[in-house]
């Protein structure tokens, strides 16, 4: 599909539970996933080699993520275009009583094809509504690679940098960057 130049502002659907994931929506989780992790996007999650990864290996971190679904402890949060995925997100927190109060972004990725539309942003401005309204959460925390510029994308949506580890992420050899650690207050 070509890119989508003149892209509508995107729809947002989530997925609360296991089976409200379409097998058509999880092979679009899956291009997306493999399209962006390829492309050098900072969404490398355990279980996955360096790139470039296959659906082989994404698909089975995908179902591990969807298996955990429950709209009180994890969502996907899904961003279309005319259809079409565009990006999404994983918004979920832990149960635990000293911690329930707040929530972990992850896996924050926009199709390559949809770049520079403003869908990671509108994703961004979406999350904190849906963590606080209908989760209960009252702030959300987010690790990002430096060295993309995310630090400076996250601060721009309200996020405040709260810590760093100086080189935990080896991206190549000779290649490492810092975990810059967000934050945000709903």
């Not at 000293?98 to 539309?117: E, I």
């Not at 080189?167 to 290649?175: E, F, H, Q, S």
């Amino acid at each position: 599909m070509a890119a989508h130049k003149a892209a509508r502002a995107p729809e947002f659907t989530q997925i609360t539970r296991p089976h409200e994931l379409t097998c058509d929506l999880r092979r679009e989780l899956v291009d997306c996933w493999v399209t962006v992790s390829n492309a050098g996007g900072a969404v490398i999650p355990h279980g996955f080699s360096l790139p470039p990864v296959s659906p082989r290996e994404v698909g089975p971190v995908l179902d591990q993520i969807v298996h955990t679904l429950d709209p009180q402890r994890s969502r996907l949060l899904v961003a279309t275009v005319e259809g079409v995925l565009a990006g999404w997100l994983l918004l979920r927190r832990d149960p635990h009583p000293l911690v329930a109060h707040c929530g972990v972004v992850n896996h924050v990725q926009t199709h390559t094809r949809f770049r520079g539309l403003g869908i990671g942003a509108a994703l961004m401005r979406r999350v904190p509504v849906v963590a606080r309204d209908e989760m209960g959460v009252e702030r959300l925390a987010l690790a990002a690679r430096s060295g993309l510029g995310l630090e400076d994308f996250y601060r721009k949506l309200g996020w405040v940098e709260v810590g760093r580890w100086p080189g935990a992420l080896r991206v190549a050899p000779g290649d490492d960057r810092d975990e810059i650690l967000m934050s945000l207050a709903l």
